[in-house]
């Protein structure tokens, strides 16, 4: 997975999403952008198979104020994301509009299923995180709970929505899980790994930093046993954030059953067949 920042300012976006695929032949590819660039690569983008766009908003104002650009070029990423579907729809790869709940966001956020309903994307919500934890005006208000109750609802309905189960009821109680934090690893374009996890290398603690640069290593192994050595083991019992990137591997790490049943249960959802779900 290829994060930011915002991955498509690189210069080079477009050789590294063609070499990953045909030259290094990763078998999956996932990208997260925030769509204001999606029109100058469309041609390297077919190479992605997971294209996830930041969205918050169908507002144009409120991306404008949010994103700081102007109102114009916060339509054209909305006109981008249209657009791209489109293509995407057409050549059947997935894409994921990814929106992080906020008090402001959130009276818009039915709009947004409404809208992947339309364009056929999936889409995944998070809570706005503070510290590594959810914005409190946000975990204490009824309004955000009724809208995780929906989601879980509406998504076994078989709405295109993404996130497990387990997942969204840990949205709603904020209960303690044992994170495996190393499942999802972060490394830099410079090669630095950021161990054992983003939130605790922020932190500047005993516990974590940019360990390794793993470009010195040869092997995985080697570069993960100075790490070790370092910082010694990632925790598993903390729960210091509710991150979708490091809860959703760990929830599902603890329990694969849960995961599996959920694909039973719920497949459309997860496929992202939205035609399977009717709003009631
Ligand atoms: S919950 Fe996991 S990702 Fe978050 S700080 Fe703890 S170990 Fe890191």
Known sequence: MLSGGEPLTHPEIDRILFCIKKELKFSELTIITNGSLLADHQDALTQVDRLVVSLDSLDPQFIARIAGISLIAAQGVLRNVIDTAEDRRRSGKTMILNAVLTPETLPG?????????????????????????????????????????????????????????????????????DCYPTLAPRIYTNGDLSYPCRPMEKAANEQGGRAINLLHFQTWDEAWKLALK???????????????????????????????????????????????????
């Open 230 to 280: 370092t910082y010694g083991q990632p925790p598993r019992t903390c729960h210091s954030c509710f991150q979708q990137c490091y809860a959703e591997p760990s929830l599902m790490q603890a329990d694969p059953g849960a995961l599996l049943y959920e694909n039973l249960r719920y497949p459309s959802s997860r496929a992202g067949h939205p035609d399977s779900y009717t709003p009631g």
């Open 109 to 177: 956020a039915e709009t947004l299923i409404d809208f992947c309903r339309e364009h056929r994307l999936l889409v995944s919500f998070s809570p706005q995180a503070v510290n590594n934890w959810p914005r409190y005006e946000l975990a204490v208000a009824p309004e955000y709970r009724l809208w995780i109750e929906k989601l879980q609802k509406i998504k076994q309905a078989g709405a295109p929505i993404l996130g497990s189960d387990t997942y969204l009821s840990k949205l709603l109680a904020f209960e303690p899980y």
